[in-house]
T-cell receptor
Framework: EPEVTQTPSHQVTQMGQEVILRCVPISNHLYFYWYRQILGQKVEFLVSFYNNEISEKSEIFDDQFSVERPDGSNFTLKIRSTKLEDSAMYFC????????????FGPGTRLTVT | EDKVVQSPLSLVVHEGDTVTLNCSYEVTNFRSLLWYKQEKKAPTFLFMLTSSGIEKKSGRLSSILDKKELFSILNITATQTGDSAVYLCAVDNTDKLIFGTGTRLQVFP
């Protein structure tokens, strides 16, 4: 069964460093998302992406964040200058397309900023 | 402000028990309501509900939506230890999911 994959599973970085989190959505899916979950808190929406552009972004998704689909398979989230409060589990999700609204989640990348 | 509220926060039962998990919501642009099961990491999709009163069923799990009263329930019958997880309710607000805090279910033998 096709699934969303994410790498790395765990990333440790120092404050101020740039990180890139990688996702490979399900192959025939057209809509892509990033969510995050701070330990003990709710899963929160960050950004949605369709047709090579951002569809919607939350207040959390400020200028430090960017997303890219550099080729036909990868979908990346970049944090330019990490802060301690960026420590969280980051989930990538994808859905097939119009009239198919189920979002399927990857296993997540745990980001720890020290 | 859009919100999704789940109850109870935590539930401890014995194998074979039946449980009902609740989800209420206030969202400006409702498109669908989704249930996920979260064990160690990724939320795993269970159900998507768009219409009131139509039960979705998968094995021992079932769910129903009431769009008038703005809530949904997830039922699990004959619980097993493998059902132990956090169950997340999310509302699709025009292509972004708004999640509740989840209900942590622990099933003991």
């Amino acid at each position: 069964e096709p699934e969303v994959t994410q790498t790395p599973s765990h990333q440790v970085t120092q404050m101020g460093q740039e990180v890139i989190l990688r996702c490979v959505p399900i192959s025939n899916h057209l809509y892509f998302y990033w969510y995050r979950q701070i330990l003990g808190q709710k899963v929160e929406f960050l950004v949605s992406f369709y047709n090579n552009e951002i569809s919607e972004k939350s207040e959390i998704f400020d200028d430090q964040f960017s997303v890219e689909r550099p080729d036909g398979s990868n979908f990346t989230l970049k944090i330019r200058s990490t802060k301690l409060e960026d420590s969280a589990m980051y989930f990538c999700a994808s859905r097939r397309g119009d009239y198919s609204y189920e979002q399927y989640f990857g296993p997540g990348t745990r980001l720890t900023v020290t | 402000e859009d919100k999704v509220v789940q109850s109870p926060l935590s539930l401890v039962v014995h194998e074979g028990d039946t449980v009902t998990l609740n989800c209420s919501y206030e969202v400006t642009n409702f498109r669908s309501l989704l249930w996920y099961k979260q064990e160690k990491k990724a939320p795993t999709f269970l159900f998507m509900l768009t219409s009131s009163g139509i039960e979705k069923k998968s094995g021992r799990l079932s769910s129903i939506l009431d769009k008038k009263e703005l809530f949904s329930i997830l039922n699990i019958t004959a619980t097993q230890t493998g059902d132990s997880a956090v169950y997340l309710c999310a509302v699709d607000n025009t292509d972004k999911l708004i999640f509740g805090t989840g209900t942590r279910l622990q099933v003991f033998p």
